[in-house]
């Protein structure tokens, strides 16, 4: 076991490197187009070259490289252009937003979706199977910046039970996470509920189930027991793939409630062309879609010990 996960941080590792070698070229490898950035299209060349020079950039590039990811490591990710501010004092604040929305959300799809998933899956071909499976099917197929104005103009302007924006100006508010999570929980919900459906119907076919239940077993005993933990293994997949979507795929949902989360950072880093706080966005959402990868290899082998050995 010990062998295995250390075997996967070292795949996590070796991934990282990769993308911060392929990022640090993409975007630090021509050094005037850095400069013209950072001090913008109007300075002159040597303003520029005295930039340059000062910050290190006419050094050989192995040297900029290990530099630069040696100050990745530390946290020391530059200064913003857009906020004029060390990229870290506007990166972790989001990134902490957006944390509490992806919670809030989570807490309310996972216990959501594995119940219908499971009962859908019990009952396969009956009504209750194809209800959840209609419902999940149409919300799925709504995108969030439909399903947003939906509810903004059932919740905000006919009800007026809801604030239409979650800027949060005066303070963490939860009331104001109500609407963003109900559109998050109404997207995604459905995806996971149809993933946990197949394979608990798939799992309920299985020969030891049907001898478990053919030997008198209590039908509670052998969905609890025998068959829910197989049956978790597919959405268990989907779930931790669900927590990349919620930090960096939720740019809509940020954008159009006005919440200061990581995705509607990353969205006025691109257009303000704020090359350092999208190199540490780009870094932190990989480190996270690595990261739940990892944690997602690690599980299966507590709901399947047989694949440890794989």
Request: aromatic content about 12%.
């Amino acid at each position: 076991m010990l062998i295995f996960i250390v075997r996967r941080l070292g795949t996590m590792v070796l991934t990282m490197l990769v993308v911060s070698v392929l990022l640090f070229l993409l975007l630090e490898f021509t050094p005037g187009n850095v400069a013209v950035k950072v001090l913008g299209p109007y300075t002159s060349e040597e303003q520029r070259n005295l930039w340059l020079e000062q910050n290190g950039y006419f050094d050989p590039l192995p040297v900029r490289y290990f530099r630069w990811l040696g100050n990745f490591i530390v946290g020391d990710f530059g200064q913003s252009i857009r906020f004029k501010t060390p990229v870290a004092d506007v990166l972790w604040p989001r990134l902490a937003n957006t944390g509490i929305l992806a919670l809030a959300t989570l807490g309310v799809v996972i216990p959501l979706s594995l119940a219908l998933g499971v009962l859908a899956g019990m009952r396969e071909g009956s009504k209750l199977d194809r209800t959840i499976s209609v419902t999940s099917i149409i919300t799925t197929s709504i995108p969030e910046f439909a399903s947003a104005v939906l509810l903004s103009a059932i919740f905000v302007f006919y009800l007026d039970l809801l604030p239409g924006t979650s800027g949060m100006t005066d303070g963490f508010d939860i009331v104001q996470l109500i609407l963003p999570v109900m559109v998050l929980v109404l997207y995604d919900f459905g995806y996971v509920a149809r993933m946990t459906r197949a394979s608990m119907a798939e799992v309920m076919t299985t020969h030891y189930i049907r001898t478990a239940v053919l030997k008198g077993l209590p039908y509670k005993t052998v969905i609890m027991r025998h068959a829910l933990r197989n049956a978790l293994i597919a959405p268990f997949t989907v779930i931790m793939l669900q927590i990349n979507w919620l930090l960096s795929g939720v740019i809509v949902v940020e954008f159009f409630f006005a919440y200061k989360g990581f995705g509607a950072l990353l969205l006025e880093a691109s257009l303000n062309q704020d090359i350092f706080l999208i190199e540490a966005c780009a870094m932190v959402a990989v480190f996270v879609a690595v990261g739940t990868q990892t944690l997602s290899d690690v599980g299966y082998t507590y709901l399947n010990p047989r694949i440890r050995f794989a």
